[in-house]
Nanobody
Framework: QVYLVESGGGLVQAGGSLRLSCKAS????????MNWYRQAPGKERELVAQ???????NYADFVKGRFTISRDNVRRTLYLQMNSLKPEDTAMYLC????????WGQGTQVTVSS
C-alpha cells in the first residue's frame, strides 16, 4: 500500500517561509514523478510543483521564483520550500503520486496572515 504523509505546515506571516515534507512508503520512490498540489476552501485543487525522477522541476506560474521543490530518494522524502509567502497561498497542501491511480496524502495546512 502506498502511503504519503505530509508535515511542516502552520501559521506564518506574509513574507515568511515554511518547508513542507512528504514521507513516502509502499512505492519505488526514486523512479516516480512526485507532485505538490494545494486546495483552498471553495476552490479547485491545483498543481503547485512537480519533480521528475531525474530532478527536472516544473512550477505553477503563481509560485515561480518563490517555491522550490526537491526530493531525497534515500530518505524517500519530497520537499517544498516556500518563501515570500502571501495570504493567497493559504491552502491545504497535498503530496501526490500518479501510479495505477492517484495517491494522496492527508495534507498539511498552510495559513498565511496579512
Amino acid at each position: 500500500q502506498v502511503y504519503l504523509v505530509e508535515s511542516g505546515g502552520g501559521l506564518v506571516q506574509a513574507g515568511g517561509s515554511l518547508r513542507l515534507s512528504c514521507k513516502a512508503s509502499g512505492l519505488n520512490f526514486g523512479i516516480n514523478t512526485m507532485n505538490w498540489y494545494r486546495q483552498a476552501p471553495g476552490k479547485e485543487r491545483e498543481l503547485v510543483a512537480q519533480i521528475t525522477s531525474d530532478h527536472t522541476t516544473n512550477y505553477a506560474d503563481f509560485v515561480k521564483g518563490r517555491f522550490t521543490i526537491s526530493r531525497d530518494n534515500v530518505r524517500r522524502t519530497l520537499y517544498l520550500q516556500m518563501n515570500s509567502l502571501k495570504p493567497e497561498d493559504t491552502a491545504m497542501y497535498l503530496c501526490n503520486v500518479q501510479l495505477s491511480r492517484n495517491f494522496w496524502g492527508q495534507g498539511t495546512q498552510v495559513t498565511v496572515s496579512s
